[in-house]
């Protein structure tokens, strides 16, 4: 796979798995990589080619378009909501408090 990346020379690399397995590739794989940036973006494919619906603008003006796509996975989607990103936004917090 990185073989088939770095042939294409990219300047931007977007990777489209689910996460956490896209966050933990990238980490992986980033000193491998001969790309400028590396974007996990997640289900963005998905949304793009209407495999999957994003819930309305209300919701996305709101910032909670994070809920009803819980509430229509929840088995799926309720630890990462509510135990890997506020875990996540704590090591941000105690690298930005440490320097």
Request: with cysteine; proline share 6%; charged share 20%.
């Amino acid at each position: 796979m990185i073989d088939a990346v770095n042939a294409f020379r990219p300047d931007v690399l977007f990777v489209g798995m689910t996460a956490p397995k896209q966050e933990k590739w990238v980490a992986q794989h980033h000193a491998d990589i001969d790309a400028t940036v590396i974007c996990s973006i997640g289900a963005v494919f998905d949304f793009f080619t209407g495999n999957v619906k994003r819930p309305g603008q209300f919701w996305q003006n709101m910032g909670l378009e994070w809920l009803p796509r819980l509430l229509g996975e929840p088995k799926r989607l309720f630890k990462r909501n509510f135990y890997s990103t506020p875990r996540f936004m704590w090591e941000v917090v105690k690298v930005i408090i440490n320097g």
